[in-house]
T-cell receptor, first 112, second 111 residues
Framework: LAKTTQPISMDSYEGQEVNITCSHN???????ITWYQQFPSQGPRFIIQ?????VTNEVASLFIPADRKSSTLSLPRVSLSDTAVYYC?????????????WGAGTKLIIKP | NAGVTQTPKFRILKIGQSMTLQCTQD?????MYWYRQDPGMGLKLIYY???????DKGEVPNGYNVSRSTTEDFPLRLELAAPSQTSVYFC??????????FGPGTRLTVL
């Protein structure tokens, strides 16, 4: 069963690029990698998802190396409102077989 | 669209009491999930469903039951509440197994 490992916390400053890495050594062939953002007292919110190489959307980029044993969420030019907990999720549900492995989360604090 | 709604927002139970956490989604998603999140921790999958009439256990199903009689509703039942079930419970839904949409959560305390 895959296990995901993330740093417990990170600090950065407004305007900087932030990279958060997640390790998932036992990722299965069919697993996707998804990142979520969570603010206090709210449910997680989807940021980005990928399978391999690089994916970019309007808020983030996701880098996945060829061996897929890790992934890096990149947040460009962060602001104070990006202070949140970021979760890496590996897997997905196919029919009735699930593989949903959440990381413990990385608490990101952005300073002015 | 209201998205995913959960009721109640807060609840205090006595040990041994029972309750049902309600979850409804209006996005016509086939997949639905129940998670618990303990303070300062990540999410643990309790149960999930890939469609009406189909449910499966997740990582931590003991002490809980679910049903999925319609596409929209996925209630979570606690039969004999224990202090270890004190947590925040999140319901989520998704079109496929990918992007999940979460409800606002139910904060449950068992005393």
């Amino acid at each position: 069963l895959a296990k995901t490992t993330q740093p417990i916390s990170m600090d950065s400053y407004e305007g900087q690029e932030v990279n958060i890495t997640c390790s998932h050594n036992n990722i299965a062939t069919n697993d996707y990698i998804t990142w979520y953002q969570q603010f206090p007292s709210q449910g997680p919110r989807f940021i980005i998802q990928g399978y391999k190489t690089k994916v970019t959307n309007e808020v983030a980029s996701l880098f996945i190396p060829a061996d897929r044993k890790s992934s890096t969420l990149s947040l460009p030019r962060v602001s104070l409102s990006d202070t949140a907990v970021y979760y890496c999720l590996v897997g997905g549900v196919m029919d009735s077989n699930y593989q949903l492995i959440w990381g413990a989360g990385t608490k990101l604090i952005i300073k002015p | 669209n209201a998205g995913v709604t959960q009721t109640p927002k807060f609840r205090i139970l006595k040990i041994g009491q029972s309750m049902t956490l309600q979850c409804t989604q209006d996005m016509n998603h086939n997949y639905m999930y129940w998670y618990r999140q303990d303070p300062g921790m990540g999410l643990k999958l309790i149960y999930y469903s890939v469609g009406a009439g189909i449910t499966d256990k997740g990582e931590v199903p003991n002490g809980y039951n679910v049903s999925r009689s319609t596409t929209e509703d996925f209630p979570l039942r606690l039969e004999l509440a224990a202090p270890s079930q004190t947590s925040v419970y999140f319901c989520a839904s998704s079109f496929t197994s990918n992007e999940q949409f979460f409800g606002p959560g139910t904060r449950l305390t068992v005393l």
